[in-house]
Every structure is written in C-alpha cells, then in structure tokens.
C-alpha cells in the first residue's frame, strides 16, 4: 500500500513565502496599497509575438527580453523581473514561440534553477503567468503560487516561470507543455549567463504538475544538456479518461468538461460542433476565454452526456476526443532520468475531487518498474485545494534534498499497482 499521509502544518512553507512577498512590499517604504505599473494583456501585447523564420532557430534561443515589475494587485515591490520570448515546439513538432519570465534571487550564493510551473489552468491571456506575476489578473490561486515562488527566491533560487500552455493556451496538453518548460529552461539560463551545468529543479502542481511530469520524462532525449536534479508533481491529470467520469455532475469541478474540447480542439484542430450538443456549444462558448477560477464550479451538476449530441452519448464516444486523450496520458512519453516527487489528495476513497488517487499510484509504480527513484504520498482527506499546502511544503523539501546532492529516498516498496494507464480504444 502507498503511503497516506496527514501534515499537520502544511501551511507553513506557504505563510513564511507570503510573508517574504510582504516584506518585498514592506521595503518600498510604504504602507498604504499603491497602484501597480499597468500594462496590456498578453493578446492585445505585440511583445508575445514574433514574425520571423523559426524554422533554423534552436529550442530555447532567446527571441526578446524586457525587464517587467513583480508584485500583486495593489502591491508593487522593488522585485523587477525579465520576460523572455523564445522557440519552442508545439504538440506537433512544429516551431513556435512562448514567454516566461525570468526572475533573480533576492540573495546570493550557489547558482541553482528552478522552473516552477504555476496552475494557471488558463483559456484566455489573462490567465498567463507572465501577466500575473505582474500584479494583474491575480486569483487567489495565482497568489498563493506567488507566495510560494517569492520563498524560492528568499533561499536562493533562480527561478523561471513560463507560459508553458502557448499562444493559444492548449490546457492539459503534455507535450507542448513539456516542450515550452524544457525551452523556458534553456532561455533563462542563456539570460543569467548560467552553464548548462547549473543544478535544475522543476515543480508544478495540479495543471502545473503537467509541464513538470511530462518535462521530466522528455528530457533526456529533448533537452539532454540540461542538468535537472529531481521533478516535485503533485495533483496530477494523469488519464483523464478516468478523470471526466469523476467530474462529470460534479458541484465543483464539473466546468473542466467544457474547457477541456476548447483545449483539445487548439491542440489538435478538429471541429468540436460535430459532436457538441446545443448546450454544449453554449458553454464551451462561456468558458473559452476564462482562467479556471471562472469556469471550474460554475456550472454544478453539468454531465458529460449533456456535452453531446446523438449518437454520442459520451465524450468518450467521440473519436477524436479519446484520441487527445490517449495522446496524453502520462507515463507514456519516456522515463524520467531524475527522482521525482508525485503526490495527491484522497478526500472519498476515488480522489482529491478531480484527480484520481489510483492513476497517480498507477503513474509512480510505472516509473518505479522501470526503476525511477519515485517518493510518492496521498494526503488523506485532502481535497485538490488542500492538498496543495502539504504537497508545497513536501516539494521544498525533496527539492532542497535534491539540490544538495543528497541520495534519493524511495517508496517503491510500498507503492501499489494503483490503475492501469492504458489508452481507451478510440470509437
């Protein structure tokens, strides 16, 4: 049996980085809330763009940089950031181009890289933490990563924070979202003048775990160079064939459903109003700009089968819709190189409320057989917004472990089969 654990103070590592964020504000000297330098969204900003050849460009060349502020609504602090354009790939191999930004330690010592990968979960540019690092737009998701990300910088750490879903924000999507973070990797180092040497560490939770699992597992052969030292996933999609089930009718999380065709349909271009019902082309109407705070719980008891139209009665009936899905279940593009770090909620017995506990154990025996350095834990009676603090506090750990070059723990011993991750035969 896998672990299953209670953290008794999870919120620690969060609070401490909150109040970092707060003494960077403190050190303007003032104390009233000040109006944070405004600027454009990402699609109505010409920055995000680029009009050139891609084609002979390497992944991770750097296209463009800016200094940008970083702060929160209403909170501006002496941080400055640089936001980088650069090359990356697409779902499909093809070039094309994604910003991230760039952030320097607030004190010195050994250089040290992490890539953290923000759930962001975003259909419109407002979404985009390159935006709302600025002080723009934030949720209070978006703020509590942020909190986080200042601790990192407190203790150390360069960090690199991409746009890792692209242009046109293909949510959930495995290999574009690997492609951007392993590329946004290759940029910030060439910003910092840091070697290819420099120890690299990657986290994400919940859309974020995306980029990171995925960016572990095609590294060695995408980005080889690069020095990563371990991957911290947590809340992870990893077949959401499994996942659509568990949501569909959900009071909370039933909003996924509609955000995930116009996802899908970015990815890979099929035409969604052959097999959408009217109410399904209303709502995916509704979502397909929002960031996921604004769709994920609006729309409660929504069913799968009210998505469709007849023959279908299920988003698993349609064909291309299975065939993304296979497309990225995780596990199924390489083998992780460094210890990982997968970790999620159980609050009924199936999940955290939108991720299945079984696919996650699933997803760490896979890479134990195959002989993966894996530390896997299931936050018992945490939901997926719960579980986020022990996981946060689980990660800064492993990763500080990780970064000092200590050896690497293993649960394998104690991981079960969970379920297994094979595709669903397309219709």
């Known amino acids: 049996m896998a672990r299953r654990t209670t953290v008794r103070l999870p919120r620690r590592l969060v609070m401490v980085a909150a109040l970092v964020l707060a003494g960077a504000v403190a050190a303007t000297g003032t104390t009233a809330a000040q109006p944070v330098q405004q600027i454009p969204l990402p699609s109505a900003d010409p920055s995000y763009t680029f009009d050139g050849a891609l084609d002979d460009v390497a992944p991770g060349t750097v296209l463009r940089t800016r200094e940008m502020p970083y702060a929160a609504p209403d909170l501006p602090t002496p941080i400055t950031t640089t936001q980088v354009l650069y090359r990356t790939t697409d779902q499909q191999g093809a070039p094309t181009v994604t910003v991230a930004t760039v952030i320097r330690p607030l004190l010195p010592g050994p ?71 392993l590329d946004g990797i290759r940029a910030a180092e060439a910003v910092l003048s840091l070697p290819a040497s420099t120890p690299v560490g990657m986290i994400g939770y919940s859309g974020g775990s995306v980029p990171t699992q995925w960016g572990a597992e095609l590294a060695p052969r995408y980005a080889p160079e690069l020095n990563l030292v371990g991957a911290a996933a947590g809340g992870l999609p990893v077949d959401l064939a499994h996942n659509l089930p568990y949501v569909s009718g959900s009071a909370h999380w039933a909003g996924v459903i509609p955000a995930l065709i116009v996802a899908y349909q970015r990815a890979y271009g099929f035409d969604p109003d052959t097999f959408l019902s009217d109410r399904g082309r ?27 139209r007849a023959p279908y009665t299920s988003l698993l009936d349609v064909p291309e819709v299975v065939a993304a899905i296979d497309d990225n279940i995780m596990g199924s593009a390489g083998t992780p190189a460094v210890p990982v770090l997968l970790a999620v909620g159980n609050v009924d017995g199936t999940g955290d409320s939108v991720m299945i506990a079984d696919d996650v154990e699933g997803l760490a025996r896979e890479y134990c057989d195959r002989g993966v350095a894996v530390s896997y834990d299931e936050y018992a009676g945490r939901n997926h917004a719960d579980a986020f603090f022990p996981f946060q506090a689980q990660a800064a750990q492993f990763l500080t472990e990780r970064f000092a070059g200590l050896a690497a723990g293993s649960d394998c011993d104690a991981v079960g089969p969970g379920n297994e991750l094979t595709p669903t035969p397309v219709p």
């Open 111 to 181: 250089a040290k890289l992490l890539s953290f990968h923000t759930a962001y979960d975003g259909l419109g540019t407002e979404c985009d933490p390159s935006y709302t690092l600025t002080g723009h737009g934030s949720s209070r998701a978006a703020l509590l990563e942020q909190g986080v990300i200042t601790g990192y910088l407190a203790a150390g750490y360069s960090v690199v924070v991409p746009d890792y879903e692209g242009e046109d924000l293909a949510w959930t999507v495995g290999r574009q979202s690997a492609h951007a973070a």
């Open 282 to 308: 209303q709502v995916v109407g509704q979502v397909e700009s929002n960031c996921i705070g604004n769709f994920a719980s609006d729309y409660p008891g929504l069913t799968d089968a009210e998505m469709v």
